[in-house]
């Protein structure tokens, strides 16, 4: 027994021209984007959403989060065309009004998710992501009957929510211990004496 640890432990400390080695990549947990989904308001956003970025089957939860403020990005831009394609028909109050919230979110508000995810702090990114949600209803309120952006507004808002739950998940406030860094760690305890 003594011969092989020796034997192995020469090995793993040989030079690195004379072992080949592959490094082994764990990916996400495969129900890592179905379980953070399931405790949004609107699981069909969330999968859709998330499952359509190839990053996310690696993300951990916060890379989720941010995903979906890319995607909160991605609504707000659409937003905004739509508002000025609509602009050209004529003035309106109402639609200026929803511009300049449309364009709080994206100078505002994504900003504000953004840093407060890569900064670990999930409360002012849920207050971000929520904020863009009341943008919306804002927008959608600003017109006398039914806005010509609503479905919009609706998309928008339900982009929002998701987002605002992910960063409240209790896997994000409390993420599992990192793996120890020691390439020795899974090797029993080597005996002292050859």
Not at 28 to 48: F, G, H, K, M, W
Not at 156 to 184: E, F, G, K, Q
């Amino acid at each position: 027994m003594k011969t092989i640890t020796l034997f192995f432990l020469i090995a793993l400390t040989s030079s690195p021209s004379t072992i080949h080695c592959r490094t082994l990549i764990i990916p996400n947990d495969a129900n890592l984007i179905e379980s953070t989904c399931r405790r949004t308001p609107n699981y069909n956003v969330c999968i859709q959403s998330l499952k359509s970025n190839p990053a996310s089957l690696s993300a951990d939860v916060r890379g989720l989060a941010l995903i979906m403020v890319k995607v909160m990005a991605s609504k707000a831009n659409d937003g905004i065309n739509i508002i000025r394609e609509l602009q050209r028909s004529g003035p309106s109050s109402a639609l200026n009004s929803c511009a300049g919230k449309y364009n709080a979110i994206l100078v505002g508000d994504i900003p504000q998710a953004t840093q407060a995810l890569q900064g670990g702090n999930a409360k002012f990114a849920e207050s971000a992501a929520n904020d863009v949600a009341n943008e919306a209803t804002f927008c959608e309120n600003g017109f006398a009957g039914r806005s010509p952006i609503t479905t919009q507004n609706n998309v928008m808002r339900d982009v929002s929510v998701v987002t605002a739950a992910i960063p409240s998940s209790p896997t994000l406030h409390h993420p599992p211990p990192p793996p120890s860094n020691s390439l020795l760690s899974f090797i029993p305890s080597l005996p002292t004496t050859l």
